[in-house]
T-cell receptor
Framework: DTGVSQDPRHKITKRGQNVTFRCDPISEHNRLYWYRQTLGQGPEFLTYFQNEAQLEKSRLLSDRFSAERPKGSFSTLEIQRTEQGDSAMYLC????????????FGSGTRLTVV | AQSVTQLDSQVPVFEEAPVELRCNYSSSVSVYLFWYVQYPNQGLQLLLKYLSGSTLVKGINGFEAEFNKSQTSFHLRKPSVHISDTAEYFCAVTRTTSGTYKYIFGTGTRLKVLA
């Protein structure tokens, strides 16, 4: 297992377009998280899955954002009608049940909205 | 609610010198504490964590941190830094009773090691 994978690494899109990012967690990890990181800031929590259930969503996650984790494996994060303010690094992380192990983060997807 | 303050946005230090990166947190409930490192265009890598027990925690790459409950601090230290330690360092907390275990991160400290 090579860790948490995110695809694509970089995405440039025009304002108003829809984008989708994918995250493949470590296979035995049942918890999956999405965070957003803007320039000069720490990552901010967006949403959390335990297996296939989305158990918590941040108020940062507007109606234009949706996340799924079908069958409790990979996850997708979709942004509809992108805005320039959506430009950020989107980070995925996974962890085992029982938090003692902390998270493993992916390398992130950098989104630029032009 | 929890919050994390990293007072130093940038810390320049010469190679082989010691360094301390400061982290203070605010929380009305007990928390777990973490330090992560982020190299350019990469995700975050766990350096060390405090969950319970000894307040002095040792992590990877020679880093250590001390949990001080009375001062609500969790400062990161390294006795002798290398050029390769140049990166951004983030302190984070999460509630011990949180079912989600979502992190609250600080704004980061950029460590620049000079030759």
């Amino acid at each position: 297992d090579t860790g948490v994978s995110q695809d694509p690494r970089h995405k440039i899109t025009k304002r108003g377009q829809n984008v989708t990012f994918r995250c493949d967690p470590i296979s035995e990890h049942n918890r999956l998280y999405w965070y957003r990181q803007t320039l000069g800031q720490g990552p901010e929590f967006l949403t959390y899955f335990q297996n296939e259930a989305q158990l918590e969503k941040s108020r940062l996650l507007s109606d234009r954002f949706s996340a799924e984790r079908p069958k409790g494996s990979f996850s997708t994060l979709e942004i509809q009608r992108t805005e320039q303010g959506d430009s950020a690094m989107y980070l995925c992380a996974s962890s085992l049940e029982g938090f003692r192990y902390g998270y493993t983060f992916g390398s992130g997807t950098r989104l630029t909205v032009v | 609610a929890q919050s994390v303050t990293q007072l130093d946005s940038q810390v320049p230090v010469f190679e082989e010198a010691p360094v301390e990166l400061r982290c203070n947190y605010s929380s009305s409930v007990s928390v777990y504490l973490f330090w992560y490192v982020q190299y350019p265009n990469q995700g975050l890598q766990l350096l060390l964590k405090y969950l319970s027990g000894s307040t002095l925690v040792k992590g990877i790459n020679g880093f250590e941190a001390e949990f001080n409950k009375s001062q609500t601090s969790f400062h990161l230290r390294k006795p002798s830094v290398h050029i390769s330690d140049t990166a951004e360092y983030f302190c984070a907390v999460t509630r011990t009773t949180s079912g989600t275990y979502k992190y609250i991160f600080g704004t980061g400290t950029r460590l620049k090691v000079l030759a």
